[in-house]
C-alpha cells in the first residue's frame, strides 16, 4: 500500500479533529467529498487521543468496508466518546489533545513468532472468542522485546501470557503512524 501524502495525513488529522468537536458540540459535520484515491479506499484504522503523555482514548477498526476518512472520523468520535477505558472527553480538554492515526496494513497470519519485527509490526493474538490488539508502537514506547510483546497481546486478550505458545492464532500488520 502506498504511504500517504503529508496532504492527505493533514486531511486525515482534521476530520478527525472537526469530527470529535462537531460530535461534542452537538452540531452536524460535513465531510470533505472531493478526496484522493488514497483517502476514499477502504483501510483498517486507528485514531488515538493523547493529553501530553497520557492516553485518553483509542478505538480502530481492524479492516473495513468503509472508506478511510470516513472509518477516521467514525473511529475518532469513538474514542473520545466511547472509549469504556476513559471517561468521555469534554469540548474544553479538546484543545489540549493530539490525535495519532494509525492506517493499518492488511493483516497476514504468523507461522513463525521470530518474522516478528518490534517497531515494524502489531500484533493480534486470538483463541476462541478471546482477542487482543497492539499497535506496533506500543512495544517500542515500553521497550519491550518479541516475546514480551506477544505475552503482553495476549494479556491484552484475557488470555495467559503465554498463550502465544499454547495454540492462540498470532497475526500481524503494519501502521502508517502520524499525529
Same mark, same amino acid.
Given at each position: 500500500?502506498?504511504?500517504?501524502?503529508?496532504q492527505? &495525513?493533514?486531511?486525515l488529522?482534521?476530520?478527525?479533529?472537526?469530527?470529535?468537536?462537531?460530535?461534542?458540540?452537538?452540531e452536524?459535520?460535513?465531510?470533505?467529498?472531493?478526496?484522493?484515491?488514497?483517502?476514499?479506499e477502504? &483501510?483498517?484504522?486507528?485514531?488515538?487521543?493523547?493529553?501530553?503523555?497520557e492516553?485518553?482514548?483509542?478505538?480502530?477498526?481492524?479492516?473495513?468496508?468503509?472508506?478511510?476518512?470516513?472509518?477516521?472520523?467514525?473511529?475518532?468520535?469513538?474514542?473520545?466518546?466511547?472509549?469504556?477505558?476513559?471517561?468521555?472527553?469534554?469540548?474544553?480538554?479538546?484543545?489540549e489533545?493530539?490525535?495519532?492515526?494509525?492506517?493499518?496494513s492488511?493483516i497476514q497470519?504468523?507461522?513463525?513468532?521470530?518474522?516478528?519485527?518490534?517497531?515494524?509490526?502489531?500484533?493480534?493474538?486470538?483463541?476462541?472468542?478471546?482477542?487482543g490488539?497492539?499497535?506496533?508502537?506500543?512495544?517500542?514506547?515500553?521497550r519491550?522485546? &518479541?516475546? &514480551?510483546?506477544?505475552?503482553?497481546?495476549?494479556?491484552?486478550?484475557?488470555?495467559?501470557?503465554?498463550?502465544?505458545?499454547?495454540?492462540?492464532?498470532?497475526?500481524?500488520?503494519t501502521?502508517?503512524?502520524?499525529?
Amino acid at each position: 500500500m502506498p504511504q500517504l501524502s503529508e496532504q492527505d &495525513r493533514e486531511t486525515l488529522l482534521e476530520i478527525a479533529r472537526d469530527s470529535v468537536h462537531a460530535h461534542l458540540a452537538g452540531e452536524m459535520l460535513n465531510l470533505p467529498s472531493d478526496l484522493p484515491e488514497e483517502l476514499t479506499e477502504p &483501510r483498517g484504522v486507528f485514531v488515538s487521543i493523547h493529553h501530553g503523555r497520557e492516553l485518553r482514548g483509542c478505538v480502530g477498526r481492524i479492516e473495513s468496508r468503509k472508506p478511510l476518512y470516513e472509518s477516521v472520523s467514525e473511529c475518532a468520535v469513538s474514542a473520545a466518546s466511547q472509549d469504556p477505558r476513559f471517561s468521555p472527553l469534554h469540548i474544553s480538554e479538546l484543545p489540549e489533545v493530539e490525535f495519532e492515526i494509525s492506517v493499518l496494513s492488511p493483516i497476514q497470519e504468523v507461522t513463525d513468532p521470530e518474522t516478528i519485527q518490534v517497531g515494524i509490526h502489531g500484533l493480534i493474538v486470538s483463541k476462541g472468542h478471546a482477542r487482543g490488539l497492539l499497535l506496533p508502537q506500543v512495544a517500542v514506547e515500553y521497550r519491550w522485546n &518479541r516475546e &514480551r510483546f506477544l505475552e503482553e497481546t495476549c494479556r491484552k486478550a484475557g488470555l495467559p501470557a503465554a498463550a502465544w505458545k499454547q495454540g492462540a492464532t498470532i497475526h500481524r500488520f503494519t501502521a502508517e503512524v502520524f499525529s
